[in-house]
């Protein structure tokens, strides 16, 4: 192709997406629409527009501009989103608010809502009614009825095998299952996750829960916040307890078994290599969902999540290829892209002004400039502490950047403790 024919087919797709992102800025298209009762085949006309008005808007948002990558081909998701963890920006996005099952994806807003509650060292003996209600055909750890657990064992159980037998017993401790689906769904309303509606605790399919990728991602940023949830989502394997054998009169015994994550991009297979600088965060597959998943990846310094929802290609792995994908994609176009859009703080949240110098993106749907009630992220200035290693943890501590949600305040810091670049290890 000639060079004139290039930028001929340049300069077209530029005016495209700005003819597009001028289509939305009637104020009629700024009310969230309400929620509906069952996931669609097609992306609403109309969809929330939570941290900007382009992330309302069916279909591929992304800024084209000269020096900004192509976004990668055969990306077969309903919905994806790609975000810098630091600043918040919406890099680009597919369907973003598009309502959707979220599989066990949810079991970040789960670990984000209830892992501060209990002590890790704490010890609980599970009782056959801990175990009730479990969806027929959940992946489960393998938890056995009047075992004794511990807190930290529950965690890896929900992180590294997705068990909803090991989330069951949690919410049993929580207070059961329908006083934690309402804690759920109070924190998802505090994090202005307005797309979500919890049924189940642990994303099994359910008639009416449904979650976004936009939201997923703030489930993701806000739990990674914590130090126990970034050891135990980045720990590729670790020892399980298992069941008490007995030999006669003589006192059980109990072996362990080792359980691996099973966070293709983190642990790898066959078909897939570990992503460069993973640390995180969980994954889901149902029959109403498809594979879902949420990844957060260190490179140069810089940050990021992307969340991809059901693709529509049915290859092994897909999902995993696909986010791989867009990771690329992201820290390629970091620096250079403008943002579609942003991630909200929490409600609780005290704004202050963007770093200097940080790009800027409108989430309100007012136009660029024009201040908006929440248009800009926050920062604070905040010491953190690193982050642990836990058992088969190939992570350590690594710079970064730190969200804080403390004393009702919600400070972005220069420096996150995520765990550390994955370790390249030899794998059994």
Same mark, same amino acid.
């Given at each position: 192709?000639?060079?004139?024919?290039?930028?001929?087919?340049?300069?077209?797709?530029?005016?495209?997406?700005?003819?597009?992102?001028?289509? &939305?800025?009637?104020?009629?298209?700024?009310?969230?629409?309400?929620?509906?009762?069952?996931?669609?085949?097609?992306?609403?006309?109309?969809?929330?527009?939570?941290?900007?008005?382009?992330?309302?808007?069916?279909?591929?948002?992304? /800024?084209?501009?000269?020096?900004?990558?192509?976004?990668?081909?055969?990306?077969?998701?309903? @919905?994806?989103?790609?975000? +810098?963890?630091?600043?918040?920006?919406?890099?680009?996005?597919?369907?973003?608010?598009?309502?959707?099952?979220?599989?066990?994806?949810?079991?970040?807003?789960?670990?984000?809502?209830?892992? =501060?509650?209990?002590?890790?060292?704490?010890?609980?003996?599970?009782?056959?009614?801990?175990?009730?209600?479990?969806?027929?055909? *959940? @992946?489960?750890?393998?938890?056995?009825?009047?075992?004794?657990?511990?807190?930290?064992?529950?965690?890896?159980? #929900?992180?590294?095998?997705?068990?909803?037998?090991?989330?069951?017993?949690? @919410?049993?401790?929580?207070?059961? &299952?329908?006083?934690?689906?309402?804690?759920?769904?109070?924190?998802?309303?505090?994090?202005?996750?307005?797309?979500?509606?919890?049924?189940?605790?642990?994303?099994?399919?359910?008639?009416?829960?449904?979650?976004?990728?936009? +939201?997923?991602?703030?489930?993701?940023?806000?739990?990674?916040?914590?130090?126990? !949830?970034?050891?135990?989502?980045?720990?590729?394997?670790?020892?399980?307890?298992?069941?008490?054998?007995?030999?006669?009169?003589?006192?059980?015994?109990?072996?362990? !078994?080792?359980?691996?994550?099973?966070?293709?991009?983190?642990?790898? +297979?066959?078909?897939? *290599?570990?992503?460069?600088?993973?640390?995180?965060? %969980?994954?889901?597959?149902?029959? /109403?969902?498809?594979?879902? !998943?949420?990844?957060?990846?260190?490179?140069?310094?810089?940050?990021?999540?992307?969340?991809?929802?059901? =693709?529509?290609?049915?290859?092994?792995?897909?999902?995993?290829?696909?986010?791989?994908?867009?990771? +690329?994609?992201?820290?390629?176009? *970091?620096?250079? #892209? %403008?943002?579609?859009?942003?991630?909200?703080?929490?409600?609780?949240?005290?704004?202050?002004?963007?770093?200097?110098?940080?790009?800027?993106?409108?989430?309100?749907?007012?136009?660029?400039?024009?201040?908006?009630?929440?248009?800009?992220?926050?920062?604070?200035?905040?010491?953190?502490?690193?982050?642990?290693?836990?058992?088969?943890?190939?992570?350590? &501590?690594?710079?970064?950047?730190?969200?804080?949600?403390?004393?009702?305040?919600?400070?972005? /810091?220069?420096?996150?403790?995520?765990?550390?670049?994955?370790?390249?290890?030899?794998?059994?």
């Amino acid at each position: 192709m000639s060079a004139p024919k290039k930028i001929a087919k340049r300069s077209l797709l530029i005016t495209s997406a700005a003819l597009l992102t001028v289509s &939305v800025t009637a104020p009629a298209a700024l009310a969230a629409p309400k929620p509906s009762t069952s996931p669609t085949t097609a992306p609403p006309a109309r969809m929330s527009q939570v941290g900007g008005a382009r992330l309302g808007v069916p279909g591929t948002q992304v /800024n084209l501009a000269p020096g900004v990558p192509v976004l990668p081909k055969d990306l077969t998701a309903r @919905s994806w989103i790609v975000t +810098d963890a630091e600043s918040g920006d919406v890099l680009a996005s597919h369907n973003a608010h598009w309502r959707l099952p979220p599989a066990s994806t949810l079991k970040m807003l789960f670990a984000d809502t209830v892992l =501060p509650r209990f002590p890790k060292d704490q010890r609980h003996q599970v009782l056959p009614t801990d175990l009730a209600g479990i969806g027929a055909g *959940s @992946s489960m750890v393998g938890i056995k009825e009047k075992e004794s657990y511990t807190v930290h064992d529950l965690w890896l159980g #929900v992180f590294l095998r997705s068990g909803n037998d090991a989330v069951h017993v949690l @919410s049993a401790m929580n207070g059961g &299952v329908a006083r934690t689906v309402k804690d759920m769904q109070a924190h998802a309303d505090a994090l202005q996750a307005r797309d979500t509606h919890v049924v189940s605790p642990d994303g099994y399919d359910a008639p009416q829960q449904y979650s976004s990728a936009y +939201d997923l991602t703030l489930f993701a940023r806000s739990g990674l916040q914590k130090k126990d !949830f970034r050891e135990y989502c980045s720990t590729v394997r670790a020892k399980f307890p298992g069941a008490t054998t007995h030999k006669g009169k003589g006192k059980g015994t109990r072996e362990a !078994f080792e359980i691996q994550n099973t966070n293709r991009l983190l642990s790898g +297979d066959a078909d897939i *290599s570990v992503y460069p600088g993973i640390a995180g965060v %969980k994954n889901g597959n149902t029959t /109403n969902a498809g594979a879902t !998943f949420t990844g957060v990846a260190e490179r140069g310094g810089k940050v990021l999540l992307v969340t991809v929802m059901n =693709p529509e290609k049915h290859e092994h792995n897909e999902v995993y290829k696909e986010t791989a994908r867009l990771l +690329d994609w992201g820290f390629g176009a *970091s620096g250079k #892209v %403008k943002p579609v859009g942003t991630l909200v703080p929490p409600l609780n949240a005290t704004p202050s002004a963007r770093p200097s110098g940080a790009p800027s993106a409108d989430v309100t749907g007012a136009p660029q400039g024009t201040a908006g009630a929440g248009s800009e992220p926050v920062k604070g200035a905040a010491a953190a502490q690193g982050g642990s290693r836990g058992a088969g943890t190939a992570l350590a &501590v690594t710079a970064g950047v730190l969200v804080l949600l403390a004393g009702g305040a919600f400070l972005i /810091n220069r420096r996150w403790p995520l765990p550390d670049l994955m370790r390249r290890r030899t794998r059994r």
